[in-house]
């Protein structure tokens, strides 16, 4: 058993007594001294937290680290942010590592009496505002705010979700060992196999480093959110494996399956706004997979079971062959992150690809450029980015933008128009350009600008002013991919 004990009361009165006060104001014995000649020290919040307002030494026991009222309690410091996007007030800064996959051990446990489980039975949870956009050395953590924290125990849905992520990690490891004459060769396989079938947990690194439980980032956003009083609404039938999201978007495809847009959005009672084009928006999308699962809201991201799955709704129109009609826009870049990244673990676009699940909703035009209100809902497709696409297509795009920026390539070009020889001007009567990123013409992946107002270029890098830019897929290159999935 640890050593350091407390009641819950005494804890809340120590940790209410800190506050929204700065980690370096409460550091009493000194802890960020050691980050004057080490600058990237490694969870120098958590080191102030236990030494400087509990009081003890750090250690490395894999046992919980507190007893509180009698029972064992795993602390864990975490850092939050505010959102780029959207509405919530915080949002996790990251996954959040539990234990190590003791591969040898867990192939013995079962779910209640394993390491995993009791480092997560009963938690005591720190948040400190990370309040930066950019990596910064370990002596900054000094200035940031404690925000709060919770004793966290996971209700009864989480739990049986947890014990189900934890059993197909042993299970997959126990077939392994059953199958195989050398298993080490195929620990590899752990984190890439499992990605598209866990709901709450993941693990990292990959292998031949040792890898470790991770609660998602978005399970520990989640967690925030209840805290800070963002929960998100739950859905009437619940759903604790993603066996059994497969079989209920089957359910729901059943029912709409050859209907077009109109005639489900008239079905569930949604009302129809037409845009300047006479149709609706493709945004639309989203509303009605929210409201096919019983839910009145706009984004997956307010039902409970997506919020925790990181999941984005996707719209993917076909034509009757099943080629696909445009290509797909997904993430901002932030180019703050990408030059300041330390290893790939940092990477917030390789992070995005990879932590990501995305709920296609495959429709088929019912004739050449039809309206999104006359196209016919195919169904659904569940969809991870492959690995290979990450190691390949995505590592050669980020590499590509940091050697334009990095060894100041990076111009910006005129849009010519090609029949008269001249710079095109836009709507607005500012001559059209975009940086030299890798175009559609000649990538499967690149970047496109967008901006609510086409007069002013919101950034600036290498003296170049540019629109928020975007990745996008190619439709074809999506296509192939999707064709691996099966259609719900």
Same mark, same amino acid.
Request: proline share 4%.
């Given at each position: 058993?640890?050593?350091?004990?407390?009641?819950?009361?005494?804890?809340?009165?120590?940790?209410?007594?800190?506050?929204?006060?700065?980690?370096?104001?409460?550091?009493?014995?000194?802890?960020?001294?050691?980050?004057?000649?080490?600058?990237?020290?490694?969870?120098?919040?958590?080191?102030?937290?236990?030494?400087?307002?509990?009081?003890?030494?750090?250690?490395?026991?894999?046992?919980?680290?507190?007893?509180?009222?009698?029972?064992?309690?795993?602390?864990?410091?975490?850092?939050?942010?505010?959102?780029?996007?959207?509405?919530?007030?915080?949002?996790?800064?990251?996954?959040?590592?539990?234990?190590?996959?003791?591969?040898?051990?867990?192939?013995?446990?079962?779910?209640?009496?394993?390491?995993?489980?009791?480092? !997560?039975? =009963?938690?005591?949870?720190?948040?400190?505002?990370? #309040? $930066? *956009?950019?990596?910064?050395? +370990?002596?900054? /953590?000094? &200035?940031?705010?404690?925000?709060?924290?919770?004793?966290?125990?996971?209700?009864?849905?989480?739990?049986?979700?947890?014990?189900?992520?934890?059993?197909?990690?042993?299970?997959?490891?126990?077939?392994?060992?059953?199958?195989?004459?050398?298993?080490?060769?195929?620990?590899?396989?752990?984190?890439?196999?499992?990605?598209?079938?866990?709901?709450?947990?993941?693990?990292?690194?990959?292998?031949?480093?040792?890898?470790?439980?991770?609660?998602?980032?978005?399970?520990?956003?989640?967690?925030?959110?209840?805290?800070?009083?963002?929960?998100?609404?739950? !859905?009437? =039938?619940?759903?604790?494996?993603?066996?059994?999201? #497969? $079989? *209920?978007?089957?359910?729901? +495809?059943?029912? /709409?399956? &050859?209907?077009?847009?109109?005639?489900?959005?008239?079905?569930?009672?949604?009302?129809?706004?037409?845009?300047?084009?006479?149709?609706?928006?493709?945004?639309?999308?989203?509303?009605?997979?929210?409201?096919?699962?019983?839910?009145?809201?706009?984004?997956?991201?307010?039902?409970?079971?997506?919020?925790?799955?990181?999941?984005?709704?996707?719209?993917?129109?076909?034509?009757?062959?099943?080629?696909?009609?445009?290509?797909?826009?997904?993430?901002?870049?932030?180019?703050?992150?990408?030059?300041?990244?330390?290893?790939?673990?940092?990477?917030?676009? !390789?992070?995005?690809?990879?932590?990501?699940?995305?709920?296609?909703?495959?429709?088929?035009?019912?004739?050449?450029?039809?309206?999104?209100?006359?196209?016919?809902?195919?169904?659904?497709?569940?969809?991870?980015?492959?690995?290979?696409?990450?190691?390949?297509?995505?590592?050669?795009?980020?590499?590509?933008?940091?050697?334009?920026?990095?060894?100041?390539?990076?111009?910006?070009?005129?849009?010519?128009?090609?029949?008269?020889?001249?710079?095109?001007?836009?709507?607005?009567?500012?001559?059209?350009?975009?940086?030299?990123?890798?175009?559609?013409?000649?990538?499967?992946?690149?970047?496109?600008?967008?901006?609510?107002?086409?007069?002013?270029?919101?950034?600036?890098?290498?003296?170049?002013?540019?629109?928020?830019?975007?990745?996008?897929?190619?439709?074809?290159?999506?296509?192939?991919?999707?064709?691996?999935?099966?259609?719900?």
């Amino acid at each position: 058993m640890p050593k350091h004990t407390f009641t819950k009361d005494e804890l809340i009165e120590i940790f209410d007594g800190v506050k929204n006060k700065t980690l370096g104001s409460v550091d009493k014995n000194n802890v960020f001294d050691k980050t004057k000649d080490k600058p990237k020290i490694t969870g120098i919040a958590g080191d102030v937290v236990e030494q400087s307002i509990l009081g003890y030494p750090a250690d490395n026991k894999q046992e919980a680290d507190l007893v509180v009222n009698g029972w064992p309690v795993e602390l864990k410091t975490t850092g939050i942010r505010r959102p780029k996007r959207g509405n919530g007030l915080f949002e996790a800064k990251e996954p959040m590592s539990i234990t190590a996959v003791s591969i040898n051990k867990i192939v013995k446990e079962e779910f209640f009496t394993s390491n995993f489980w009791h480092k !997560l039975e =009963k938690m005591l949870l720190v948040f400190y505002h990370y #309040d $930066s *956009e950019m990596t910064v050395p +370990a002596a900054e /953590y000094a &200035n940031f705010l404690i925000k709060g924290y919770t004793f966290h125990e996971f209700n009864e849905l989480d739990e049986i979700r947890l014990k189900n992520d934890w059993e197909l990690v042993r299970d997959f490891l126990i077939n392994i060992q059953e199958t195989t004459n050398n298993p080490e060769e195929h620990y590899h396989r752990l984190s890439s196999e499992l990605r598209s079938e866990l709901t709450l947990i993941d693990t990292a690194p990959k292998y031949p480093n040792p890898p470790r439980f991770r609660l998602k980032r978005s399970t520990v956003s989640s967690i925030v959110g209840d805290y800070f009083g963002e929960a998100s609404k739950r !859905l009437s =039938k619940d759903i604790t494996s993603m066996k059994e999201l #497969d $079989s *209920e978007l089957r359910r729901i +495809a059943d029912i /709409y399956r &050859n209907k077009t847009v109109q005639e489900i959005m008239n079905q569930l009672g949604i009302d129809i706004k037409l845009n300047k084009k006479g149709d609706v928006s493709k945004n639309i999308s989203e509303q009605i997979v929210c409201k096919m699962f019983g839910v009145d809201v706009k984004k997956l991201s307010k039902i409970e079971l997506f919020d925790k799955l990181d999941m984005s709704v996707k719209t993917i129109t076909q034509t009757s062959k099943g080629k696909r009609t445009e290509d797909t826009k997904f993430i901002n870049i932030d180019f703050e992150n990408m030059l300041n990244q330390e290893n790939e673990e940092e990477s917030q676009l !390789l992070n995005y690809f990879l932590g990501k699940q995305f709920l296609y909703v495959v429709f088929e035009e019912t004739q050449s450029k039809s309206k999104l209100l006359d196209n016919k809902f195919i169904g659904f497709k569940r969809f991870v980015f492959p690995d290979e696409f990450i190691k390949s297509e995505l590592q050669k795009l980020e590499n590509e933008i940091k050697d334009l920026i990095l060894n100041d390539k990076l111009v910006d070009v005129p849009d010519i128009d090609s029949k008269t020889g001249k710079q095109v001007i836009n709507k607005t009567g500012v001559p059209k350009s975009a940086p030299n990123f890798p175009k559609s013409r000649t990538s499967n992946l690149f970047l496109r600008g967008t901006s609510s107002d086409s007069t002013k270029k919101p950034l600036t890098i290498n003296g170049v002013d540019m629109y928020y830019q975007q990745v996008w897929i190619k439709g074809k290159l999506m296509v192939e991919m999707l064709n691996y999935f099966e259609i719900k």
